[in-house]
């Protein structure tokens, strides 16, 4: 687990910039959308209430649906935008992801998507055998590799942290793998990717999101 120092900065790294969103979707379900989605994410910190002892912040995305995406023609110009609240525990080290309440006035926590704990044994260079190898397990996901970052056409020096999570909604099961790349250095995010594969009685679809910083 990352210490608490280098996960707070971790985690708060990721509202100092404005994310570019690159989605893979794959179902099983010919009706689902399938393909990939581009758009932005932010992430923006909450303040303390009353209410909260932990810090939270609010993760936006939104984009713009290719009509070549899906079973049929979808309207030209067609967007879709999403809202999560992100809460970190430093002490136990967790970070958990909640959806937010449908209400007027300052976002907040509706109920638990998933949460994920930082693997023990994550901090590697990213392009190291160990990272690329990984496999699905019976438990858990292979995390996704983030995406590369340059410098004036260098490839820079950075390490990878892989947090993984699980979460049953009813019968369907959330497997959760994410992928921070960050500077060994201070513990600032470089690029980052999430993989999310759902299984369930009706459902067989696996999403791959991977984030760069906007230029």
């Not at 985690?11 to 932005?40: A, H, K, V």
């Not at 809202?83 to 002490?91: P, T, V």
Request: proline share 7%; charged share 25%.
């Amino acid at each position: 687990m990352p210490s608490r120092q280098l996960l707070s900065t971790l985690i708060t790294s990721l509202s100092n910039t404005r994310w570019t969103l690159t989605r893979t979707l794959r179902s099983d379900n010919p009706f689902d959308l399938n393909g990939e989605l581009r758009g932005t994410a932010t992430f923006t910190t909450q303040p303390l209430t009353p209410s909260t002892t932990e810090r939270d912040w609010l993760y936006c995305e939104e984009g713009e649906i290719p009509s070549n995406v899906g079973t049929g023609a979808l309207p030209p110009g067609l967007r879709w935008t999403k809202k999560y609240i992100w809460r970190l525990n430093s002490d136990s080290g967790r970070v958990s992801v909640w959806f937010v309440k449908v209400a007027p006035g300052l976002e907040e926590a509706d109920y638990l998507f998933h949460d994920f704990d930082f693997d023990s044994d994550s901090s590697l260079p990213l392009e190291s055998e160990a990272v690329s190898a990984q496999k699905d397990t019976g438990e858990f996901v292979a995390p996704p590799i983030p995406p590369s970052v340059s410098t004036s056409g260098n490839e820079t020096k950075t390490t990878v942290l892989n947090a993984r999570g699980n979460h049953l909604c009813i019968n369907d099961m959330y497997r959760t793998a994410y992928a921070f790349r960050i500077n060994p250095d201070t513990g600032e995010v470089l690029s980052w990717a999430s993989r999310h594969v759902v299984r369930g009685p009706k459902k067989g679809q696996e999403i791959v999101n991977r984030y760069e910083m906007e230029v």
